[in-house]
T-cell receptor, first 112, second 111 residues
């Protein structure tokens, strides 16, 4: 089954404790992206990757890192999480460009 | 930077009624995308519009892009409970690399 998987689905952590949210797709897609969704602010793009070893900033990259060492994986790294990074995070992928993007199920992160 | 404004922010309609959601851009749209999200879940791609005046339909959902490519509408005919959710419009930049979303329209269908 073609899908985008994210792990973990739910995470509670404390300020400053490094964490990684994994994202994997099995569709051989070139494009992958991370978004965060917050009430009142909508869905905002954090980082995107056009292909392996090619990543670039979205609209809200501060406090996040990504890497694209393999085509199928695009982890999101929070080196020192802060409470303002509490959010619902989505990973997405597409064959090329922006559509159609397949979204993962989301990761709910709470930073205390 | 490009901004998308959706209206209304929330909508409650009786099952069987028609409804329209609007998406207005602060800049010319290179590509306009409609997604649906069930509460707390991932987004599902509905349609993409690129040309001025373009119109696409899928089942009972029709999306249009105006001639000036700054406004899009999503129309649902004879709404059903399965149409409930959050509808988001998204706009791509010229290089089709970055995506900006509107704040979403929360649709509730009352039986």
């Amino acid at each position: 089954e073609a899908q985008v998987t994210q792990n973990p689905r739910y995470l509670i952590t404390v300020t400053g404790k490094k964490l990684t949210v994994t994202c994997s797709q099995n569709m051989n897609h070139e494009y992958m992206s991370w978004y965060r969704q917050d009430p009142g602010l909508g869905l905002r793009q954090i980082y995107y990757s056009m292909n392996v070893e090619v990543t670039d900033k979205g609209d809200v990259p501060e406090g996040y890192k990504v890497s694209r060492k393999e085509k199928r994986n695009f982890p999101l790294i929070l080196e020192s999480p802060s409470p303002n990074q509490t959010s619902l995070y989505f990973c997405a992928s597409s064959l090329q460009g922006l559509v159609p993007q397949y979204f993962g199920p989301g990761t709910r992160l709470l930073v205390l | 930077s490009q901004e998308l404004e959706q209206s209304p922010q929330s909508l409650i309609v009786q099952e069987g009624k028609n409804l329209t959601i609007n998406c207005t851009s602060s800049k010319t749209l290179y590509g306009l995308y409609w997604y649906k999200q069930k509460y707390g879940e991932g987004l599902i791609f509905l349609m993409m519009l690129q040309k001025g005046g373009e119109e696409k339909s899928h089942e009972k959902i029709t999306a249009k892009l105006d001639e000036k490519k700054q406004q899009s509408s999503l129309h649902i005919t004879a709404s059903q409970p399965s149409h409930a959710g959050i509808y988001l419009c998204g706009a791509g930049n010229q290089g089709a690399q970055k995506l900006v979303f509107g704040q979403g329209t929360r649709l509730t269908i009352n039986p």
